[in-house]
């Protein structure tokens, strides 16, 4: 009996054994599927060190996985057995660029495009990167963009939709001298950033400028000008992230009138989210401070704290670009019925394309774009409904165009629609604008 007993168990055991082995076998993880090819493919390119092919698929791989070191060992061992291989040459200076080690990636790009047999698409991939990497080690990194031009808006003294508003309470009649007006005018606006960099780490002093001018042909009250300055400390975090605190200021012009001035802070992180784009975010607050004018006699109401939080995102997926703003503001002025919070989504697709232009090629970025408001306001105004608070909702659809005409010299085309729903009919409004004018970059 005892002898049957453990001829049983022995049995069993194995049975088990086997069982177990078997289900193991069934349940190899995906994960360990890729390691075994992956291994497989390390094994078999040391066994034929001169099978270029399979010493390119090992790289390949070795990318996919993010070990950029084992992909360039296997690079460097092809060019030992063939040097004349454009695109290895390549493919090593990308990868030594993405482990910041720049002056060995330059030389890899250089020695890419020696000799006559090199395809134009690597030429060109090789220049753009040529470019970035003497913008990363200048110790000054700077950016302008202008552009002037004419505008045309259905709505320009943004009026309501009906004449039939609230006051006080009541359904009045708003004359028509207020309703909305159609009109054009000439713009300038430019955009400049400056960055004093401290180290190869991402340290930086950076400044930051907006300006932007509008005259109106016939209703001179929205005359509009506007500056805005930031300087701040940019500290990097590794290659791929950083955060920067800054200090802000603006100034603002409505009607010819001085409207408003601000004083502010802000602290923003970024971080890059691989080779697939770009994440950052940042919260600001102003002190904003109006001032009464002939035409605003009210401005002053106005005057208190604007705190903003934001989510920016810059994302691209092969061919598929889009960029998102995702934001919420909190407005506290001295009159409760001024004070708001508002959520809001804006979001654009940038389509990239080449086309030939007596002979030569032009660069055009078209970028449908759509957004979303939603503003909540504290208290009843009581000159417009002593008992409604306002409450809207806004929609903005549109579409940019900009289209290269020679070096960094352009025209932009830009055509927005924007939808104003409200509680209240003095705020119901919509406005249909397009702008034309050429642009610089630098």
């Known amino acids: ?96 660029f993405k482990l910041a080690s720049y002056e060995i990636a330059r030389g ?90 401290l180290n190869m780490r991402g340290d930086a002093i950076e400044t930051t400028f907006l300006g932007y001018n509008s005259r109106q042909f016939t209703q001179s009250q929205f005359n509009l000008g506007l500056l805005e300055g930031t300087i701040g400390h940019r500290v990097g975090i590794g290659q791929n992230a950083s955060f920067k605190y800054y200090a802000i200021g603006d100034k603002v012009w409505l009607g010819d009138y001085s409207y408003f001035s601000a004083l502010g802070g802000g602290l923003s992180a970024r971080s890059a989210l691989g080779d697939n784009g770009l994440i950052e975010g940042y919260v600001e607050t102003r002190h904003r401070k109006f001032t009464d004018s002939t035409y605003y006699p009210t401005a002053g109401t106005q005057t208190g704290d604007l705190t903003t939080a934001a989510i920016t995102t810059d994302f691209r997926f092969g061919p598929v670009h889009w960029t998102t703003r995702g934001g919420y503001d909190v407005n506290k002025a001295v009159a409760d019925y001024n004070s708001y919070k508002r959520y809001s989504i804006d979001m654009a697709f940038p389509v990239e394309f080449v086309v030939p232009v007596f002979g030569q090629p032009h660069q055009f970025v078209v970028a449908p774009t759509i957004g979303y408001s939603r503003s909540n306001y504290d208290a009843p105004n009581f000159i417009v409904d002593p008992t409604l608070a306002r409450r809207e909702d806004e929609y903005r659809y549109g579409a940019i165009l900009d289209a ?25 409004t919509n406005n249909l604008s397009a702008s034309l004018g050429p642009t610089v970059r630098f």
């Open 404 to 428: 290269q005409i020679a070096g960094n010299v352009g025209v932009r085309t830009q055509v927005l629609y924007t939808k104003i729903d409200s509680n209240l009919p003095n705020y119901r």
């Open 1 to 96: 009996m005892r002898l049957k007993a453990t001829w049983l168990c022995a049995v069993a055991a194995t049975v088990i054994a086997g069982s177990v082995a078997s289900a193991q076998e069934q349940k190899a993880t995906p994960a360990a599927v890729v390691q075994q090819g992956y291994d497989a493919l390390f094994n078999q390119m040391y066994q034929q060190p001169a099978n270029l092919d399979v010493s390119f698929k090992f790289a390949h791989a070795a990318v996919e996985r993010g070990d950029y070191e084992a992909a360039i060992g296997a690079l460097e061992r092809m060019l030992f057995f063939n040097p004349d291989l454009p695109r290895v040459k390549l493919e090593l200076g990308v990868l030594y």
């Open 108 to 197: 890899y790009l250089l020695d890419a495009i020696k000799g006559g047999n090199v395809p134009d698409e690597i030429r060109g991939q090789v220049m753009a990167y040529l470019s970035e990497i003497d913008r990363r080690l200048s110790k000054h990194e700077y950016s302008v963009f202008m552009q002037g031009g004419m505008r045309y808006q259905t709505n320009a003294n943004i009026g309501p939709n009906s004449l039939q508003v609230r006051a006080l309470g009541q359904d009045a009649i708003l004359d028509p001298r207020f309703g909305r007006k159609p009109d054009w005018n000439a713009f300038q606006s430019i955009t400049a950033a400056y960055a004093y960099k």
